[in-house]
T-cell receptor, first 113, second 111 residues
């Protein structure tokens, strides 16, 4: 069963902390994505990567960075967590950027206090 | 032009009824239109997808209707069941561009 695994289901962090969210896929997909999901705002793309070490900004990259050192792993980094980054974070991967389904992880609910 | 507008934001349907969720787009280059289903505590999962060379695609109780001239597509859930209660997202893409998602519809099917 193909999977996208997010390392943490729930996280509570303090304002100003550096936060790492990890995502691993076992499908050998080229493309990986980080979204945040907030009520009424749907899925908003933070960053995506179409190859190892390659990344592109999504719609809301401010306050975030990413790292993809290996094909199967895509990390989202909150450089200095703020309360407005409290959200559900979803990782996804896909074979093609736009012509195939995305496989999502179960999400990490991050609370910044 | 890259937006996909989804409606309604929420929907309550009685068991056995038909649930209808609509999406509209502006970019005529879009050529792939998937729908995702998300249960509470889970990530979205691909439900059904259509390409613009057909006007309808059916998988079980789920049907996508596609109207190219109106630039609209919709998801119909026939004989809706309480287990269908979830959030549904439409999306669209073109060529090598990433998916653009709608804002989601929260469906509640009452017993």
């Amino acid at each position: 069963d193909v999977k996208v695994t997010q390392s943490s289901r729930y996280l509570v962090k303090r304002t100003g902390e550096k936060v790492f969210l990890e995502c691993v896929q076992d499908m050998d997909h080229e493309n990986m994505f980080w979204y945040r999901q907030d009520p009424g705002l749907g899925l908003r793309l933070i960053y995506f990567s179409y190859d190892v070490k390659m990344k592109e900004k999504g719609d809301i990259p401010e306050g975030y960075s990413v790292s993809r050192e290996k094909k199967e792993r895509f990390s989202l980094i909150l450089e200095s967590a703020s309360t407005n980054q409290t959200s559900m974070y979803l990782c996804a991967s896909s074979v093609h950027l736009g012509q195939s389904g995305y496989t999502f992880g179960s999400g990490t609910r991050l609370t910044v206090v | 032009q890259q937006q996909v507008k989804q409606s309604p934001q929420s929907l309550i349907v009685q068991k056995g009824g038909i649930s209808i969720i609509n999406c509209a787009y502006e970019n005529t280059a879009f050529d792939y239109f998937p729908w995702y289903q998300q249960f509470p505590g889970k990530g979205p999962a691909l439900l059904i997808a259509i390409r613009p060379d057909v006007s309808e695609k059916k998988e079980g109780r789920f049907t996508i209707s596609f109207n190219k001239s109106a630039k609209q597509f919709s998801l119909h859930i026939m004989d809706s069941q309480p287990g269908d209660s979830a959030t549904y997202f439409c999306a669209a893409s073109t060529g090598f561009q990433k998916l653009v998602f709608g804002t989601g519809t929260r469906l509640l099917v009452s017993p």
